[in-house]
Structure formats: structure tokens, C-alpha cells
């Protein structure tokens, strides 16, 4: 496991970037179905399949996954931890982002862990709260993207 087939696709959706592998690597982690998981990501139509654009699929394809478990009461409280987690010009940690928006660690963190791909969230919240990569910003900032 994985079938040949799926890493072939895998890599050449990758087209060279590592952060592509090491997401995939993490997304795939997220609890439930696996196989599933990597299934999506590598049968993307071909309009995906390189470098910047597969990056992009496999961070939409990340963000829907978190949304889909999600009550719809919940989706603003997301859209705001995300977005200041997003937005911040520096990393803060996790106690410095639960004063900020007067929220518990328990929810914040709640709030990340299907993010657990592209965001590091600390479980000592006297560490930063940080990306693995910019691009994850730079893709949920762009207005072509």
C-alpha cells in the first residue's frame, strides 16, 4: 500500500515540490479512510496535476475536508481562527491566540486539528502557532487562486 499506480500519479502531481509530498504525507494521517484520502488527491482531473495547481488541489481538498465535519454554527468560528492564524504577519502562540480572540485552547485547538497538514499546532500553548509553508497562505490570499 499504496498501489504503484497511485504513487506515479503522486509524483508527477508533485512535479518536484517537496512541500507537495510532505502535505500529502500529512493529510493523509488525518483520521478516517486512508486509502480514500489519497485516492482523491491522486485522481484529480488533469487540470491539477502540477506544481502550483496540485498544491492548490490538495489544499482545497484539505479545507473541504475540514469543513465537511464541521456543524454549520461552527464555519465562522472557524473562518476566524484560521484567518488570524492566516493573517498574522508573526507567528503568536497558542495562549497569545485564545486572549486574542477571547477564546479557549480547547477550541482553538479544535478548531486547527484538521488543519494538522498545513498548520503546526502546538500542544504547550507557549509555542508558536505556524505554518509548514507560506504557500498555504499565499494560497488562501490570492484572488486568482
Not at 500519479?9 to 489519497?38: M, N, W, Y
Not at 481538498?61 to 456543524?71: H, M, Q, V
Not at 477550541?107 to 500553548?125: A, K, N, R, T, Y
Request: with cysteine; aromatic share 8%.
Amino acid at each position: 500500500w499504496p498501489p504503484e499506480h497511485l504513487l506515479d500519479q503522486l509524483v508527477q502531481k508533485s512535479a518536484g515540490l517537496f512541500i507537495f509530498a510532505t502535505t500529502v504525507c500529512r493529510f493523509i494521517e488525518s483520521p478516517g479512510d486512508r486509502a480514500e484520502q489519497l485516492i482523491q488527491i491522486a485522481s484529480a482531473s488533469e487540470s491539477h496535476n502540477e506544481g502550483e495547481y496540485g498544491l492548490d488541489h490538495l489544499y482545497r481538498r484539505t479545507i473541504s475536508s475540514a469543513i465537511e465535519k464541521l456543524p454549520d454554527s461552527k464555519v465562522n468560528n472557524l473562518r476566524t481562527v484560521l484567518g488570524t492564524v492566516i493573517l498574522l504577519q508573526e507567528p503568536m502562540t497558542l495562549r497569545s491566540i485564545c486572549l486574542l480572540l477571547k477564546v479557549t485552547q480547547n477550541h482553538v485547538e479544535g478548531m486547527l486539528s484538521p488543519f494538522h497538514s498545513v498548520i503546526v499546532v502546538p500542544s504547550d500553548d507557549r509555542d508558536f502557532v505556524r505554518l509548514f509553508h507560506s504557500s498555504f497562505r499565499d494560497f488562501l490570499t490570492s484572488n486568482t487562486r
